[in-house]
């Protein structure tokens, strides 16, 4: 019995002893992380800090040039080492290869961004899921593009939205992998060959011409609407058409003829219903024009007249005449053809009655668009004898 007690006092003290040897060697190791790795919080957290400080002081179009400048910066660093020989463990070097990149949230995959285009408005909104009210300060938004006029962000409960407001019409086409979502603008002419712009005359508290309880912003409207529904069943690629409103909105003067000068449209047409006061019989299609402008070989008034004409030919309306309307804020500032095509008078019951109907409706749609086809045939022609 003494002799296991004494043999078991032996193996307790050697290890007894083997573990303090143990502690004296590895405690102040243990101790040495402990305390780099409260001083790598310490420093992460006063850096991130600083990052706060100073980018709260800046708008984002700021934020989004500094973060660019710096992963830059960062990459001419490593380059310049690696072309010295140089080997060093180096962060992983982020390489920009789109005009916009927007890193993700931790948990966010970037093909749940949404995105959003007000061609009107000239605004992209990007939707960001679990972006925060850090979310500009914490993740890296990279790129560098001439076109955004200012950069804006916003958060709530469902995330983050990134709101650009661009100096002209854009495209956005994105990608994404793990981690970025990319974006890349590109001018309307840059992808279609022909552009078009059609308005809506009116929306909003701005009802137009009134008969009773019938407004003009409801029937130009519904007209528009009817057109649109024509452009998208003949699905030319080649052609893209804007709407100035596809709602009941109203869009400032400035707005419509922005969306057509700024995406560098071919036609501009706005649909309207006439009025006049004091008669009950007048009636008709008339199509304004800029009578000021220049005159060139298919010019504002040559679109008018085609629209005249094949509105005419598809209501089976009074033909009335073409119409000076440099008077008009949206015609004389359009830089492409332009014509204001008032289809019919609210003032006339029997027109009216005939305004409403969804078929008349759809037969002055028709009208439009065959004069927006063959005025765009037109052009491809006067195209192709220039370049001859």
């Known amino acids: 019995m003494e002799k296991k007690l004494v043999r078991f006092t032996s193996y307790f003290t050697c290890i007894f002893s083997l573990f303090v040897c143990a502690a004296v060697w590895v405690l102040p190791t243990i101790r040495?992380?402990?305390?780099?790795?409260?001083?790598?919080?310490?420093?992460?957290?006063?850096?991130?800090?600083?990052?706060?400080?100073?980018?709260e002081k800046m708008s984002g179009l700021e934020i989004l040039d500094y973060n660019t400048q710096k992963v830059q910066e960062k990459a001419e660093k490593v380059q310049a080492a690696?072309?010295?020989?140089?080997?060093?463990a180096v962060d992983e070097v982020i390489v920009i290869t789109h005009q916009m990149q927007l890193e993700m949230p931790k948990g966010t995959k970037p093909s749940k961004v949404q995105i959003a285009q007000k061609y009107v408005d000239?605004?992209?909104?990007?939707s960001i899921p679990g972006a925060d009210e850090n979310y500009m300060y914490d993740y890296q938004l990279l790129g560098k593009t001439d076109d955004i006029k200012s950069l804006d962000y916003f958060s709530g409960s469902d995330g983050g939205s990134i709101v650009l407001t661009m100096d002209k019409v854009v495209e956005v086409q994105s990608s994404y992998d793990q981690d970025y979502l990319y974006l890349d603008f590109f001018s309307p002419k840059e992808l279609y060959d022909r552009v078009v712009v059609v308005d809506a005359g009116h929306g909003g508290r701005a009802p137009g011409a009134v008969s009773g309880d019938k407004y003009e912003k409801d029937i130009t409207l519904a007209i528009v609407q009817q057109i649109k529904a024509l452009f998208d069943e003949a699905k030319d690629p080649t052609i893209r058409v804007y709407y100035t409103r596809?709602?009941?909105s109203n869009p400032d003067f400035s707005n419509r003829v922005g969306l057509a000068n700024n995406s560098g449209a071919d036609l501009f047409v706005s649909v309207h219903i006439n009025s006049v006061k004091g008669s009950t019989d007048v009636e008709g299609i008339e199509?304004?024009?800029?009578?000021?402008?220049?005159?060139?070989?298919f010019d504002t008034k040559d679109f008018a007249q085609i629209c005249l004409d094949e509105e005419v030919k598809a209501l089976g309306a009074k033909k009335r005449r073409v119409v000076a309307g440099n008077k008009i804020y949206i015609i004389r500032n359009s830089n492409a053809p332009v014509a204001l095509v008032e289809v019919g008078f609210m003032n006339n019951p029997t027109e009216l009655a005939r305004l409403l109907d969804t078929s008349y409706q759809k037969k002055a749609a028709e009208g439009i668009y065959n004069a927006l086809i063959k005025s765009l045939d037109q052009l491809d022609e006067l195209d192709k004898k220039e370049k001859k």
Do not use: H, N
């Open 287 to 297: 199509v304004m024009y800029d009578e000021l402008a220049a005159d060139t070989a």
């Open 246 to 248: 596809l709602d009941d």
């Open 32 to 55: 040495q992380r402990v305390e780099a790795f409260s001083a790598g919080i310490i420093e992460d957290r006063r850096a991130r800090e600083e990052r706060y400080a100073l980018l």
């Open 82 to 88: 690696e072309e010295r020989g140089e080997i060093e």
């Open 122 to 126: 000239q605004k992209i909104e990007i």
